[in-house]
């Protein structure tokens, strides 16, 4: 059954490391909850009690708003396949787009992807584990390319105009700090 610990341990240090997507929810004071599914290779963990993670361009940039309005983040893994498991990291985050000095520090960390537009640096307050019981068997296949690929054909001007017209602003109309 579920329990609730301070930092990740290193037996769940592994299972985060053999998950292939987690899902990071972020809500500003008012408005809208996000919760978002992520992928590839953009997860790190720093420490017990600390995690980055890669964000990737994509049509909204709800995570960046609501951190610049409350810190608080969840992150989630679910075991798809093996034992069952759910875990959830919580925590307060912020965030380094590539003009900050911190970017450089940590870009070098992950693989190099087009479209890469912020780092995420969460400190862990409390880690939780449930059962997972109800999750299904999933099979991993494979990565999906049309992120990157999309990308890679945008080059770094095309996504800077991509960024501009649609990652400046949330849904509820918040500033997400992609330019300063």
Known sequence: MGKIIPEITQNLHQFIEAQKIFFVATASNTGSVNLSPKGMDTFRIISPSRVLWLNL?????????????????????????????????????KTFHPRNEEWSRYIGLFPAIAGARQIFDMKIDTVQTSCGM??????FVSERKELENWADKQGPEGVQEYWSRKNRKSLDGRDTGIFE
């Open 134 to 139: 109800a999750v299904p068997f999933m099979d």
């Open 57 to 93: 361009t994509g049509s909204g940039n709800e995570t960046a708003a609501h951190l610049l309005e409350n810190d608080r983040m969840t992150i989630m893994f679910c075991a798809f396949e093996g034992k069952p498991l759910i875990l959830r990291l919580y925590g307060r985050a």
